[in-house]
């Protein structure tokens, strides 16, 4: 690995990080930015190399981060609903 692994015993950053962000899967990566804001956060693959490109080269939108975030909840939240059994019928289908 080219990166950095920590212990923590007391899981409070789980709790800081982890769980705030609503992730239980580890390996996952957060980049913080100058003002103290997590920029990104994922599993630490290309695309976080992608993002951190980015980010040095001024191109990095974090709005379009969020909403893109954003979407892919709302598609988790999608798949949970249709997944239920008789999801059709319980929409008036």
């Known amino acids: 690995m080219a ?8 899981r409070r950053s789980w709790s800081a990080w982890m769980r ?11 980049v913080v930015d100058k003002q103290g804001r997590v920029a990104w956060h994922y599993l630490p693959s ?3 190399d992608r993002a951190l490109e980015r980010m040095l080269a001024g ?21 949970a609903l249709v997944a239920k059994p008789n999801a059709a019928a319980s929409a008036g289908w």
């Open 3 to 10: 990166y950095r692994v920590a212990v923590d015993t007391s």
């Open 20 to 30: 705030a962000y609503g992730q239980s899967g580890i390996p996952h990566a957060f």
């Open 46 to 48: 290309e695309n976080l």
């Open 59 to 79: 191109q990095w939108d974090l709005q379009q981060a969020r909403n893109f975030e954003a979407g892919g909840r709302l598609l988790e939240q999608y798949r």
